[in-house]
């Protein structure tokens, strides 16, 4: 079975440019995370979905960030405009259904995004 | 709020000797306690986790971690470590698991030859 897919792997791009992270959860998993991670901050969650309904984004940054899940195996996360501060690795995760936050949480490979 | 607090950013072990990573997390109920591996230019994948059944759980790689309720603490071990064992360690933790969980910041590990 494939596990979490996200794309784009590496993006550059100029300060002030829109950006857009892709995500494919694993099927049939109902939860799905995303996470940032830089050196500084560590591992954060910016947002959470479960069956597709955006449950808790108190971690997104600022008005900036925005996420969406249209359906259960896409959703993506929005970075308009980019300033050099964001540049980190975001990762995509999901978790199948029962046992709430008790289960194994799957991660994709990341995104290393570079704000120029 | 629950927290977790991982001492050492970097360890660094011979081949073979003893891994110790500490974890001691901060939780008002009972927690649900985790151990992540991530290897370079990779996603994070679970190791092991306590979800309130035996206190010392045994994960892959032969590695394996004890909940300690009176130390507050869930400590990484393994006996003999690998080369293939560098990479970074995170705890996590959720209160009972009814919250997402919150990532410690990490522990390298490097094992040396």
């Known amino acids: 079975d494939a596990g979490v897919i996200q794309s784009p792997r590496h993006e550059v791009t100029e300060m002030g440019q829109e950006v857009t992270l892709r995500c494919k959860p694993i099927s049939g998993h109902d939860y799905l995370f995303w996470y940032r991670q830089t050196m500084m901050r560590g591992l954060e969650l910016l947002i959470y979905f479960n069956n597709n309904v955006p449950i808790d984004d108190s971690g997104m940054p600022e008005d900036r960030f925005s996420a969406k899940m249209p359906n259960a195996s896409f959703s993506t996360l929005k970075i308009q405009p980019s300033e050099p501060r964001d540049s980190a690795v975001y990762f995509c995760?999901?978790?199948?259904?029962?046992?709430?936050?008790?289960?194994?949480?799957?991660f994709g490979e990341g995104s290393w995004l570079t704000v120029v | 709020a629950q927290s977790v607090t991982q001492l050492g950013s970097h360890v660094s072990v011979s081949e073979g000797a003893l891994v110790l990573l500490r974890c001691n997390y901060s939780?008002?109920?009972?927690?649900?306690l985790f151990w992540y591996v991530q290897y370079p230019n990779q996603g994070l994948q679970l190791l092991l986790k306590y979800t309130s059944a035996a206190t010392l759980v045994k994960g892959i790689n032969g590695f394996e971690a004890e909940f300690k309720k009176s130390e507050t603490s869930f400590h990484l071990t393994k006996p003999s470590a690998h080369m293939s064992d560098a990479a970074e360690y995170f705890c996590?933790?959720?209160?009972?698991?009814?919250?997402?969980?919150?990532f410690g910041k990490g522990t390298r590990l490097s094992v040396i030859a």
């Open positions: 995760a999901s978790s199948p259904p029962g046992q709430g936050f008790g289960n194994t949480i799957y």
């Open positions: 939780s008002s109920v009972p927690p649900y």
């Open positions: 996590a933790v959720s209160d009972w698991g009814n919250t997402p969980l919150v």
